[in-house]
């Protein structure tokens, strides 16, 4: 499968404790996107990576969230001393490098709940 | 400050029946509006989209309708079927420079009855 992929699907943690999730984009697309969704809501932007540059990131994206591309390839984000309200699911999706399209493709999702 | 609002919150149609969904968008700067589909614990799937330059688009069962002068852009499922029963979000994008953020919207939620 070819998809977007995302490790953990799930992950359960203690307030106060850091966590880090893995998106894995669609192999030729060099763009890449966080989005945070919680429950009955739409997805949330959270922060943009072409290739290795992260060029966008919402307000949302608090000092505790750091999200990095090392290699332009995968991407991972981190939650420091995490707090209840950041149990959402986590989304992450890509885009083609072609400059007209838009379609943006998205993971299964990290479902985080902190206790 | 919500920039799409999507109504209704929820829907129920019979099968066959039409299912149609609304989205009005605030800023004008947007040029790009697709629809993802939304299964329990899975992740939005892209289902269609449109650009302003159409006033329609269409997908087999589904169907875009887009009012440019109305700020407002719809979904349309025919012959609507059990296996469509899930979450339908609409989303919009302003393609310029700097920016490739997706807004969405708070998403409807369909079932379709047999």
């Known amino acids: 499968d070819t998809g977007v992929s995302q490790d953990p699907r799930h992950k359960i943690t203690k307030r106060g404790q850091n966590v880090t999730f893995r998106c894995d984009p669609i192999s030729e697309h060099n763009r890449l996107y966080w989005y945070r969704q919680t429950l009955g809501q739409g997805p949330e932007f959270l922060t943009y990576f072409q290739n290795e540059a992260q060029l966008e990131k919402s307000r949302l994206l608090s000092d505790r969230f750091s999200a990095e591309r090392p290699k332009g390839s995968f991407s991972t984000l981190e939650i420091q001393r995490t707090e209840q309200g950041d149990s959402a699911m986590y989304l992450c999706?890509?885009?083609?490098?072609?400059?007209?399209?838009?379609?943006?493709?998205f993971g299964p999702g990290t479902r985080l709940t902190v206790t | 400050q919500q920039q799409v609002k999507q109504s209704p919150q929820s829907l129920i149609v019979q099968k066959g029946g039409i299912s149609i969904i609304n989205c009005a968008y605030e800023n004008t700067a947007f040029d790009y509006f697709p629809w993802y589909q939304q299964f329990p614990g899975k992740g939005p799937a892209l289902l269609i989209a449109?650009?302003?330059?159409?006033s329609e688009k269409k997908e087999g069962r589904f169907t875009i309708s887009f009012n440019k002068s109305a700020k407002q852009f719809s979904l349309h499922i025919m012959d609507s079927q059990p296996g469509d029963s899930a979450t339908y979000f609409c989303?919009?994008?302003?393609?310029?420079?700097?920016?490739?953020?997706?807004?969405f919207g708070k998403g409807t939620k369909l079932s379709v009855i047999p």
């Open positions: 999706a890509s885009s083609s490098p072609d400059l007209i399209a838009s379609e943006q493709y």
């Open positions: 989303a919009a994008k302003y393609s310029g420079a700097g920016s490739y953020q997706l807004t």
């Open positions: 449109i650009r302003p330059d159409v």
